[in-house]
């Protein structure tokens, strides 16, 4: 349960105005079994189709991904069963986690400069051993057995959650690669492989990240506060504020609630209707900079607008901390301009971790002339 106390609530809802859903997006979308299936001229489709959605929303669905249903389906019972624990089980679960680390359980908080949402998650590292929390030697256990066997549910106390979610982590990393290669493809790089080298490298630095949305909360106190209007069947929450994903590639997969939500080029909103059996794809801050901005990271959020529960695991692929990220060379072109000056990944996210969920991070790396 995520439970908030007195003032929390009022900075999760969104004011009354803005209490209609937004119109269902037309997400693009790419087979990547048919690509494989139909030769040179079918892969080379699927690329310029890939390179299209990146250019215009920075956003598409993947199909014929290869990940098998049966893991989907058994990540998602595992990370319900674990969200249904006692609070306390789920924070002794994490218990392990150095302080002060942006991984492990939390509630509600997102970050650590204020941001709220109407969200619990668990936060792994992804090492080239699959989904830690960084502070595990691969033996150890990454959620031990809570203190109360009692209060475990059965589904629960026979999975290894942290098995599963390697075995995910793999199975979708490896995806991840097939799809950023696509993309490489479809801008023309010679080399295919320049930005799936960069999640492969032995200290790429991914995460993973399971977020769990309950129902939203009643929201009588709001329609007070908002003027009226929203009402407990009306009104709309947060449950992740809107923001660009920082990493390179993120690949979200949820159970069939709807709630995330995407910013086209002109800003409106449009609503992502879910499909569990696919996966979508965001192109992450640092995409846009190798890209000299051609691709878009793309705005989202997610609204807990439903009376079901939303469960999404989402893999950041990022780029290892010492790696200098500026425009590639060939995307900039001859007396062309650079829009983004070197840096580092350790520098962005030293940055990035001085702002607020909904700033816009890259504008310190932009050129000006
Ligand atoms: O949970 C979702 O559907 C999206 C969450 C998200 O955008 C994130 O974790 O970065
Ligand atoms: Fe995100």
Redesign the pocket.
Known sequence: MVVLAKGELEQIALPAVQKAAPPLADVPEVDLAAAASRGAEGRAAAARAVAAACQEHGFFKVTGHGVPLDLLARVENAAAAFFALQQRDKESAMSAVAPGSPFGYASKRIGSNGDLGW?E?LLLGVTAAGASTGDHSADEPLLPAPADEEAVPSAWRRCSFRDLLNEYTVAVRRMTCEVLELMAEGLGMEETDVFARLVLEDDSDSML?V?H?PPRPELKHLQQLHGGGGGGGGGRVT??GE?T?PQII?V?R?NATS??EIALRDGTWVSVPPDQGSFFV?VGDALQVLTNGRFRSVR???MVNSVRS?V?V?F?GGPPPRETLAPLPQLVGEGGRSRYREFTWREYKSSAYRTKLADNRLCHFETTS
């Open positions: 969200v998650y990240r977020n949305y449950g992740f923001h994903d993120s979200l949820s709630g995330l965001n989202h959020r997610v939303r999404s989402i950041f």
